[in-house]
């Protein structure tokens, strides 16, 4: 652990996990059965999703951020047998309603023989394996951008343990990652990527260094400290990295670095070669999702060929289609489907289920995009979030990738807002570097500069100032709750 300085051995890391999968049977939990996790980044998140691993149950990570409802949603919905958490999130919750649930406690003190304590009830079994090892599996539940969070659920078979996907040993080939992979872990365990990027480090036995918080110095700090190889960021880290004075940036050595993966939202064109422009071509793209459903990937060098591109599809294959479900042209715009990928559902949502594939079985995220010649994709920005403004489509990754470029900017979000002429107009609300500049004269300066680089029509008719996004710590934004707030509360774009 980064701040602590706590360190798990692979030794420790079999027993406890043994231990733990000991007392889940003890609880009754057979294979398929559901566990929560509802913590911060603690040394303990991962010997539990070890032990529930190799028990073959599902465990499905929450996030500390979301507030009551949304915690109670996911429990509810999973139906989970056993919840782990902390005393000071209890609050979050309203225990009355969770009397069917058994609640343990990772708190680092407290009394001798509480039957709460996750640690202590743990240390009462064996340390060996369970009778009936098997795989289980994450549960992840989608972080709730576009509408209610959905449990992406995928089959268990009682596989043997050490089994496998095809995407894992994809994944393993694509960024030569072996047991001498020193990871630098920067965001929530409770993510998708940050929690599966750990476990396959630790199936290969290699070494995971995991930031309780992000802060982009001590990531550098770190990198150096401890030799890290592989280490994987969302786009806003990178402006938090190249928005440091460059004398604090050239101080740290990060040689040891060969890959540095990125994910989770589109990195703009500048950021990203500015990137490679100090630190080489050890930058790894892909696309994905919790889904799972596809996924492309693009290297460095092949980037600085198809600049703006998330690669090819190294899982699945990539269609293009409109909105009667034609399959366009190369270099037409449409909504990104994959076809033989990995099937997944959305967990007791067959109608949101259906709503991600097509008659052909194929499935899409809600992205649209378009192929070049050699098949590379290029992604545009979330259907749901596409403006439609006098009959006109408009994208706002693509304002927002010049806007975050302007000195003054340190994070920035554009959605469409009522106009009463042309349906829609641009919005831009944006956080500022130093907040105390905020001024009209700021804002009307920012939409000219955006009318420097765009055409008119795809910037911002007005811009308004926050003093902080609403942003996951992956680097999703929660543009909805966003939206939201600017539009009726009857109106059907809601």
């Known amino acids: 652990m980064a701040a602590s300085g706590i360190s798990v051995s692979y030794s420790e890391l079999e027993q406890h996990s043994n231990q733990g999968a000991h007392l889940f049977r ?146 393993v080939a694509l960024h030569n990652m072996t047991a001498g992979c020193r990871y630098l872990s920067t965001a929530p365990l409770y993510h998708s990527a940050p929690l599966r990027y750990n476990m396959m480090v630790t199936r290969l036995g290699g070494t995971s260094t995991i930031m309780e918080k992000f802060d982009p110095e001590q990531a550098m700090r770190l990198i150096e400290a401890n030799r890290i190889t592989h280490s994987q960021w969302v786009p806003t880290m990178f402006v938090r990295l190249l928005k440091l004075p460059s004398d604090i940036r050239q101080q740290y050595d990060l040689s040891s670095l060969t890959h540095l993966i990125h994910a989770a939202a589109p990195c703009p064109v500048d950021i990203k070669q500015a990137m490679i422009d100090w630190l080489g071509p050890v930058l790894y793209e892909y696309y994905s999702g919790t889904e799972a459903n596809g996924s492309t990937a693009i290297t460095s060098l092949q980037w600085l060929s198809h600049k703006g591109s998330v690669g090819r599809a190294i899982h699945g294959e990539l269609h293009i289609l409109d909105e009667n479900g034609t399959e366009l042209a190369i270099g037409e715009t449409g909504q990104v489907f994959f076809a033989n990928g990995s ?63 302007h000195e003054a900017v340190a994070d920035v979000a554009v959605f469409g807002v009522p106009n009463s002429e042309f349906g829609e107009e641009v ?41 902080r996004l609403p942003r996951h710590p992956t680097g999703k934004l929660y543009k909805k709750k966003l939206r939201d707030s600017y539009w009726p509360a009857d109106s059907p774009a809601r």
Request: hydrophobic share 35%; glycine share 6%; aromatic share 10%.
């Open 427 to 467: 919005k831009a609300v944006v956080e500022l570097t130093r907040p105390e500049e905020a001024s009209n004269d700021l804002s009307v300066s920012l939409i000219e500069w955006c009318r420097t680089q765009l055409s008119h029509v795809k910037c911002p008719r007005s811009l308004d100032f926050t003093t």
């Open 343 to 405: 099937d997944f559902s959305y967990y007791k949502d067959p109608a949101k289920t259906a709503e991600a594939k097509n008659t052909l079985g194929w499935s899409t995220l809600g992205d649209i995009g378009y192929l070049d010649e050699q098949g590379y994709l290029y992604l545009k920005d979330r259907k749901s979030f596409m403006i439609i403004s006098g009959g006109v489509n408009i994208y706002p990754q693509e304002v927002e990738n010049i806007l975050i470029l």
């Open 26 to 171: 003890q609880l009754g939990l057979k294979p398929s059965d559901g566990i929560a996790i509802l913590l911060p980044n603690h040394v303990e998140y991962l010997k539990i999703t070890w032990a529930a691993q190799r028990s073959g149950l599902y465990y499905t990570p929450i996030s500390t951020l979301f507030l009551r409802d949304e915690i109670h949603y996911i429990l509810e919905n999973s139906d989970v047998k056993i919840l782990v958490t902390q005393s000071n999130l209890l609050s979050k919750l309203d225990t009355d309603k969770l009397i069917h649930l058994k609640v343990f406690l990772v708190d680092d003190e407290g009394p001798l023989n509480d039957p709460d304590s996750w640690q202590q009830q743990r240390a009462n079994f064996p340390t060996t394996p369970i009778d009936d090892e098997s795989e289980g599996a994450e549960m992840i539940y989608s972080s709730g951008t576009t509408g209610q969070p959905k449990g992406v659920r995928f089959s268990l078979t009682q596989a043997p343990l050490g089994t496998v996907s095809s995407l894992f040993t994809t994944r």
